[in-house]
T-cell receptor
Framework: AQKVTQAQTEISVVEKEDVTLDCVYETRDTTYYLFWYKQPPSGELVFLIRRNSFDEQNEISGRYSWNFQKSTSSFNFTITASQVVDSAVYFCALTPLNSGGSNYKLTFGKGTLLTVNP | EPEVTQTPSHQVTQMGQEVILRCVPISNHLYFYWYRQILGQKVEFLVSFYNNEISEKSEIFDDQFSVERPDGSNFTLKIRSTKLEDSAMYFC??????????FGPGTRLTVL
């Protein structure tokens, strides 16, 4: 069974501050994918990043960066110089790669509500 | 950019009624999913569908639920006899390879 924990329920920052959203996961699978999705107030789920378990390189995309550490089972997400438009719920999710080719169901964390104030 | 679409955006129904939620996945995608999110809670997997059959379903996906791909473009979720606790946002997702899932905007189902 998989489990994703996002211990921060809500975070509030002032614009231009950096903020890190934590994600810790549990899985018995040796290969898996990790994801971050953004859910803005409008409600849709927007894919941000996918990371596979055998690639621990950190990734940067503009103001977004992700730190994957297999040793601590963490996949943290940092927003640099936050903006009001970053206000959303952010979900971390996991899918094992050992379940076969026809099902990659996502297990989501409970999400972190990020509020960026002007 | 291709996207997953869902209709209706909001459905209000009476308890015990049947509802059909519709999704049009991205056209070259082969894997299809339904998830639901009860207000303020996490997103939960309901069912996955590949090669015209269910790959896996969760405990939530009981006999009241069914999925269908009636033609080459639509993917539907039917709830036969809705209960109050079925009120939630229902998300359809599709994937080309099974790995990265792209979600639709969701259908908010309200059962009265």
């Amino acid at each position: 069974a998989q489990k994703v924990t996002q211990a921060q329920t809500e975070i509030s920052v002032v614009e231009k501050e950096d903020v890190t959203l934590d994600c810790v996961y549990e899985t018995r699978d040796t290969t898996y994918y990790l994801f971050w999705y953004k859910q803005p107030p409008s409600g849709e789920l927007v894919f941000l990043i996918r990371r596979n378990s055998f690639d621990e390189q950190n990734e940067i995309s503009g103001r977004y960066s992700w730190n994957f550490q297999k040793s601590t089972s963490s996949f943290n997400f940092t927003i640099t110089a936050s903006q009001v438009v970053d206000s959303a719920v952010y979900f971390c999710a996991l899918t094992p790669l050992n379940s076969g080719g026809s099902n990659y169901k996502l297990t989501f964390g409970k999400g972190t509500l990020l509020t960026v104030n002007p | 950019e291709p996207e997953v679409t869902q209709t209706p955006s909001h459905q209000v129904t009476q308890m015990g009624q049947e509802v059909i939620l519709r999704c049009v996945p991205i056209s070259n995608h082969l894997y299809f999913y339904w998830y639901r999110q009860i207000l303020g809670q996490k997103v939960e997997f309901l069912v996955s569908f590949y090669n015209n059959e269910i790959s896996e379903k969760s405990e939530i996906f009981d006999d009241q639920f069914s999925v269908e791909r009636p033609d080459g473009s639509n993917f539907t979720l039917k709830i036969r006899s809705t209960k109050l606790e079925d009120s939630a946002m229902y998300f359809c997702a599709s994937s080309e390879s099974g790995y990265t899932q792209y979600f639709g905007p969701g259908t908010r189902l309200t059962v009265l």
